[in-house]
Nanobody, 127 residues
Framework: QVRLVESGGKLVQAGGSLRLSCAASGRTFSRNTMGWFRQAPGKERELIAAISWTDSNTYYADSVKGRFTSSRDNAKSTVYLQMNSLKPEDTAVYYC????????????????????WGQGTQVTVSS
C-alpha cells in the first residue's frame, strides 16, 4: 500500500523556522517530482514547492520564494520542506504529494497532476 506521511508541523512564532518531512512507503518515487501543498481554512489547496526527480529543478510559489527550500533523499524515500522566516499567513495544513507521471522533465503546477496525498501536518504561526 502506497503511503505518504507528513510530519514536523507545530505551533511556532512568527520569524521562526520549521522543517517538514514527508516519508513515502509502498513504492519508490525516485522517478517522480514531489510537491508540497498547503490549505488554509476556507481556501483552496495550493502548490507551494516542488522538487523534480532529478533534484535539479525546483518550483516555489511567490508567497514562499526565498523563505522555503525543498529537498529530497531518495535513499530514504523522504522529501523535506525547510521553512524559514515564517509568517502568520503561512498557517495551514501542509501536504506532500507525488506527480503521477514518471520521469516528467518539467515541474507541473497543476494540483490534479498530483496524487497519493498524505494526511497533512498542521503548521500554525502565531504573531
Amino acid at each position: 500500500q502506497v503511503r505518504l506521511v507528513e510530519s514536523g508541523g507545530k505551533l511556532v512564532q512568527a520569524g521562526g523556522s520549521l522543517r517538514l518531512s514527508c516519508a513515502a512507503s509502498g513504492r519508490t518515487f525516485s522517478r517522480n517530482t514531489m510537491g508540497w501543498f498547503r490549505q488554509a481554512p476556507g481556501k483552496e489547496r495550493e502548490l507551494i514547492a516542488a522538487i523534480s526527480w532529478t533534484d535539479s529543478n525546483t518550483y516555489y510559489a511567490d508567497s514562499v520564494k526565498g523563505r522555503f527550500t525543498s529537498s529530497r533523499d531518495n535513499a530514504k524515500s523522504t522529501v523535506y520542506l525547510q521553512m524559514n522566516s515564517l509568517k502568520p499567513e503561512d498557517t495551514a495544513v501542509y501536504y506532500c504529494a507525488v506527480d503521477l507521471v514518471n520521469w516528467r522533465t518539467e515541474i507541473t503546477t497543476r494540483v490534479l497532476d498530483y496524487g497519493y496525498w498524505g494526511q497533512g501536518t498542521q503548521v500554525t504561526v502565531s504573531s
